[in-house]
């Protein structure tokens, strides 16, 4: 990471805690690794991106559902899908330092630096050769490539490495009251599997037609072999997917749609297109026959935001398999029973967070001549941000607070506004943009004569003059959906 991306980003972490976006979880107790907790101001931009992406997914599309299904599962399921037996990461640990890495992580960062120096021959081979050793599952393989290119533990400076092993990354617990006689059972690490076991039930009683989706926003759990970077990589997060059940041969048809709709959805927001980038797997998962990540240059690189996976009848015909139902579909229009193929979109809600936190951060210099000024401003997308207004009386006597309250007792059921009396007014602007609070109204003297108050726009900082009882209208076409889902 160069300079400014790294001061970028330790300024982005410490202003998500100082405005009460994200706080590390069980901070009295000096924190539980890889865990955080969203504060008041994190909890309703959380909402906002949630809701974003079930309107364009469930609302926009007539033939997509959403569920919500639980985070435990029958311990069969992780059997069928693969995860008891295949949700490894191989690991390896530095005996001086006595730190565990990724061993493929270690080799990225590799091929990242060697990039970087513009060895790009070097890094492409082996590129190569870590993704033949992983498709191959060959450990001793990967530790040879971390001797080879002489790849120091960045704690201990040593090369004493142990051999490479799997870990598997589900979290596991038991179910009922006695712990001999209860079963094993694992926190799931994925939400896709909620939807593929509830598959007949959404399809016979929504009496659903291939081509159709279910999607479902929800917990998930891993225990990551490392954590860092905030909330890029956790050990509790959060996932929006969806499955999209099609006729076998039209996957890739439906692949490409999902992969345009998808960016097209990022890039609705506002954020410059040089910002995204698809990056196609070559190493694919063994139930995969495409998959892509789409990518968002975060300040520590272009890393993964969501994947787009086409699953083939993978996890159907498994389930099918392990449950012994049937899972099949009969299409009328060819009159053919058969597994459907699956299209998934999986995004990580935590990554979309931090992706929209860093991209909405700006540190602006207001300075004119000697007079030194700056703000630090969220350029949240209206939609978005947490407060849609701000209310201020300018002063705490006259009556000016008790008309502001009840400006905001006129709006606060459709918009989500808060009211602010304390400090001066320039203090309460750049508090509220701090937040990304698109709007602040001030009510004045002159409010208490002709009913008209102060509304300034958080990006220009303009001011206008406006009768209070168009506020509501104002507020509403700025945040409406409208302007983000077409
Ligand atoms: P990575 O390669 O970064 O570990 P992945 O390929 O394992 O990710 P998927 O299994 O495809 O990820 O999960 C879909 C999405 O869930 C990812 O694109 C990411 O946004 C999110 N995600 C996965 N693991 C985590 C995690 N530990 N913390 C936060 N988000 C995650």
Known sequence: MSKNNDELFKNVISHAKEYGFVFQSSEIYDGLSAVYDYGQNGAELKNNIKTYWWKSMVQMHENIVGIDS?????????????????????????KDSKKRYRADQLLEDKIARYEKDGKSAKAEQLQEAMDQALKSDDLTGLRDLIVEHEIACPVSGTRNWTDVRQFNLMFSTQIGAIAEESDKIYLRPETAQGIFVNYLNVQKTGRMKIPFGIA??????????????????????????MQFFVRPGSEMEWYDYWKQTRLKW?????TSP?????????????????????????????????????????????HQKFSGKKIQYFDPEINQNYTPYVIETSIGLDRMFLLTMINAFEEQDLSEGDK????????????LAPVKAAIFPLTKKDGLPEKAREIMNSIKLDHNVIYEEKDAIGKRYRRQDAIGTPFCITVDHQSLEDNTVTIRERDSMQQERVAIDKLNQIIAEKVSWKNLLN
């Open 266 to 270: 990022h890039k609705a927001l506002g």
């Open 216 to 241: 479902q926003i929800g917990k998930a759990f891993r225990n990551e072999v490392i954590a860092r970077q905030f909330i890029m990589r956790m050990r509790e997060f959060e996932q929006m997917e």
């Open 274 to 318: 040089e910002k995204y980038r698809f990056h196609d797997h070559t190493k694919l998962a063994h139930y995969a026959n495409a998959a892509v990540d789409i990518e968002f240059e975060f300040p520590f690189g272009f890393k993964e935001v969501e994947g787009i996976h086409s699953r083939t009848d993978f996890d159907l015909s498994q």
């Open 372 to 383: 030194k000024d700056s703000r630090t401003l969220l350029r949240l997308h209206p939609c």
């Open 70 to 94: 639980a985070i435990f599962m029958h311990p069969t399921t992780w059997k069928a899908s693969g995860h008891v037996d295949g949700f490894n990461d191989p690991m390896i640990d530095n």
